[in-house]
């Protein structure tokens, strides 16, 4: 028997989808438009393309101008951060647009995956694309082939733009010019072109902090003490740890320039990651004036090992804002692990226990309780000793500021300093702080006295 086949017309345009236009109903249409830099003749492209689509939706009688959605001086190589088109596909989603028209391809992506993922998660929902460059309209049967070619070639384009520009950047790199953004770091402004000059407001901080650090205090003190002082860090924002560490390591304040400590590692993240010896660098002795001198700049970066190395051999994660000289200096003969100060008694006196006795159990150490007074006694014995036996140590440190490398003759100077003060009485935080490297348990009443000069002296409290 025949079969019978009736043919139900269609509706609705092929074209304009599930949300196309119904009998007399116009289509909500947006515009798309982006511009990638922030050069002025892109910024006066970017006013003219809101202009031209407002204009176009408007004149065109069967649309209705759904908004125009931009993203100003925004890379096309990542949706990530393009707050317009984000917007623009929320709006999709929620059923406000029926249809979207933009200049190219390039304009609405350069990255081929975002390109076929947004077009065809719009034509699932029955929204077209029109690219006016391409004449391509992604709801037509040989758009998404189209399409698919000519997004490939956008992102090509983008490498090659990416390629270009790296390229420029390193030659000047060769030449010793740098690519700065000097918003992000203190004590240094650009005059126009490009050098570093000192600003001497912010410089005083950075010489600051050197010096703090220098003298012994951790970083998390030197954070607080800015934070105290009403100082607002780099882009107004608090005084993180990781913030001054990287000023005391930064070689632009004694005069030095690296380049391309970093690298972008894929032009469609923008990801930027550190230089471990992927890429090449550039290193530029004394290009600009100093905030620091080389010497104590030079000093600092020892120190700042010597801390890291000492972390490690005591097992701290990072150094803690003192407690009063002895804080973190006490180390225990046994286990090899810092001390940590407590009240005993009725009337709040204070005393060290071994970190790792107090937090594992007192199976894991034999190290000794230790009265906070047996430590004043052992580095007042101990310094005092060294202050008898100065003529010694004077021909000593005379010689490390001759032949010693930047820390040591920073150490050997601040021990001849100190020695005006005399022998002590009073044990002063801040001396302790100055001078001390570490002082060994041996038991309650025996320690080794270790100075950061390198004097070492062996005392009895009993």
């Keep these: 028997m025949k079969k019978s086949v009736t043919v139900i017309p269609a509706k609705r345009s092929v074209q304009s989808g599930k949300r196309g236009r119904i009998g007399n109903k116009k289509l909500r249409v947006a515009a798309y438009c982006r511009v990638s830099t922030e050069h002025e003749e892109q910024l006066n492209s970017f006013e003219n393309q ?19 959605y931009a993203d100003e001086a925004i890379s096309g190589t990542s949706t990530r951060r393009r707050e317009g088109f984000n917007r623009m596909i929320a709006d999709c989603d929620a059923g406000k647009i029926d249809f979207v028209i933009t ?62 520009s790296k390229w420029g950047i390193r030659h000047g790199f060769k030449n010793g010019k740098p690519v700065l953004n000097t918003t992000c770091f203190w004590g240094y402004d650009k005059d126009k072109n490009g050098k570093l000059i000192v ?50 390591s930064n070689e632009k304040y004694c005069g030095d320039l690296l380049m391309q400590k970093t690298y972008c590692e894929d032009f469609l993240t923008k990801k930027m990651v550190k230089n471990n010896g992927e890429v090449d660098q550039y290193f530029v002795e004394d290009d600009h004036e100093a905030i620091i001198p080389k010497d104590e700049w030079k000093a600092v970066q020892l120190e700042l090992k010597r801390r890291d190395d000492f972390k490690n051999e005591v097992g701290i994660i990072k150094l803690a804002e003192r407690q009063g000289g002895f804080s973190q200096k006490v180390v225990c003969s046994c286990c090899g692990k810092t001390y940590v100060r407590r009240n005993y008694g009725t009337k709040g006196e204070k005393a060290w226990y071994c970190s790792n006795k107090k937090n594992n159990g007192a199976h894991v150490c034999n190290g000794a309780f230790v009265r906070e007074e047996s430590l004043n006694a052992a580095f007042k014995i101990a310094w005092n000793s060294i202050v008898q036996e100065k003529d010694i140590h004077i021909q000593r440190w005379d010689e490390a500021i001759e032949k010693g490398d930047p820390l040591e003759r920073l150490r050997a100077k601040q021990m001849k300093m100190m020695m005006d003060e005399g022998m002590v009485r009073i044990v002063i935080p801040e001396h302790v702080i100055y001078v001390l490297e570490r002082i060994i348990v041996r038991d309650k009443y025996v320690f080794e006295v270790r100075f950061l000069d390198g004097t070492v002296k062996n005392v009895s409290v009993r």
């Design 50 to 68: 809101v202009e031209y689509y407002t204009q176009y939706i408007s004149n065109k009688p069967d649309y209705d101008l759904a908004g125009i």
């Design 103 to 164: 200049k190219s391809i390039s304009r609405f992506a350069r990255n081929t995956q975002d390109c076929l993922s947004y077009s065809r998660h719009l034509k699932s929902l029955g929204i077209g694309i029109y690219f006016e460059k391409e004449n391509i309209n992604t709801l037509e049967a040989a758009g998404e082939l189209l399409f698919t070619i000519l997004s490939s070639l956008a992102q090509e384009e983008s490498r090659n733009i990416s390629e270009n």
């Design 199 to 248: 600003n001497r407001k912010e410089a005083k901080i950075v010489k600051r902090i050197y010096q703090r650090f220098i003298e012994g205090q951790t970083i998390g003190r030197i954070c607080r003490e800015l934070e105290e002082d009403h100082i607002k860090g780099i882009m107004g924002g608090h005084w993180a740890h990781q913030v001054v560490k990287s000023i005391l």
